[in-house]
C-alpha cells in the first residue's frame, strides 16, 4: 500500500548535532558531544540565552561545516527505496531563511525522491511558524519520521504514526501508541515492510 511519510532533515538525514557541536568546539574551545546535548533547548546544554543560541546556529548555516555535512548511513539507501513505493516529504523545523541550501544537498543527495520541503521555522523562531502535526495532517502523511520526541508526541497524538530515532534528548521520552523508537534507517525499512 502507498503511503504518504513525512521525514525530518537534521539528526534523521544527517548528524546535525555533532557536526554543530564540532563547529561550536571550534568556536569557543569547548568539548561537547552529541552525547552531551540532553535537551533540544541549547541554551540548557551551552548554558547561553535563547538570543545566544539562535546566533551560534546561524553562524552554523552560514558556515562550510554545514554546507559539507553528509547523509547517515543507510539513509540514501532507504530514502531510495522507500520512494519507489511511497510518496516522500520533508518536514523539518528549520527556518525557511535555509530553504536553498536545503534544497540543493536534498537534490544532491536524495535526487527526485522528495515532492514537498515543509520549512516550520520552530528551530530559530525565524518566520510564521507551523507545527509538524498540523503539516501532516493537512497533507495527509501517514508516517512521521522524526528525532524530537516533543514533534513526535504531538502527531502520535493527533493519530500520526511515527518512528522517533533514539538520541541522547530523548532518553527521558515515555513511550505512546503511535511512536515506535528505533536505532536505524534499516529498522524502520524492516518495520514499514
Not at 539562535?54 to 539507501?77: A, H, T, Y
Not at 541550501?101 to 535526487?111: A, D, G, I, N, V
Request: net charge neutral.
Amino acid at each position: 500500500m502507498k503511503m504518504k511519510i513525512g521525514i525530518d532533515i537534521d539528526d534523521v538525514l544527517f548528524e546535525f548535532i555533532t557536526n554543530l557541536m564540532v563547529f561550536y568546539n571550534g568556536k569557543h574551545g569547548t568539548n561537547f558531544k552529541k552525547e552531551d546535548v540532553f535537551s533540544f533547548n541549547l541554551g540548557k546544554v551551552w548554558k547561553k540565552e535563547r538570543k545566544e543560541v539562535n546566533e551560534e546556529v546561524l553562524d552554523f548555516f552560514k558556515s562550510n561545516s554545514f554546507s559539507e555535512l553528509r547523509p547517515i548511513i543507510g539513509s540514501q539507501e532507504s530514502i531510495s527505496l522507500l520512494s519507489k513505493k511511497n510518496k516522500l516529504a520533508i518536514v523539518t523545523s528549520r527556518p525557511e531563511i535555509t530553504k536553498e541550501q536545503t534544497s540543493s544537498w536534498l537534490e544532491k543527495f536524495y535526487p527526485g525522491s522528495f515532492s514537498k520541503i515543509h520549512f516550520t521555522n520552530h528551530f530559530l523562531e525565524i518566520g510564521q511558524k507551523k507545527s509538524k502535526a498540523d503539516i501532516c495532517l493537512e497533507n495527509g502523511y501517514d508516517v512521521l519520521i522524526e528525532d524530537n520526541k516533543d514533534y513526535a508526541l504531538e502527531c502520535a497524538e493527533k493519530g500520526i504514526k511515527v518512528f522517533l530515532f533514539n538520541r541522547p534528548w530523548n532518553k527521558d521520552f515515555t513511550t505512546h501508541e503511535n511512536i515506535t523508537p528505533v536505532d536505524s534507517w534499516e529498522e524502520i525499512i524492516i518495520k514499514l515492510k
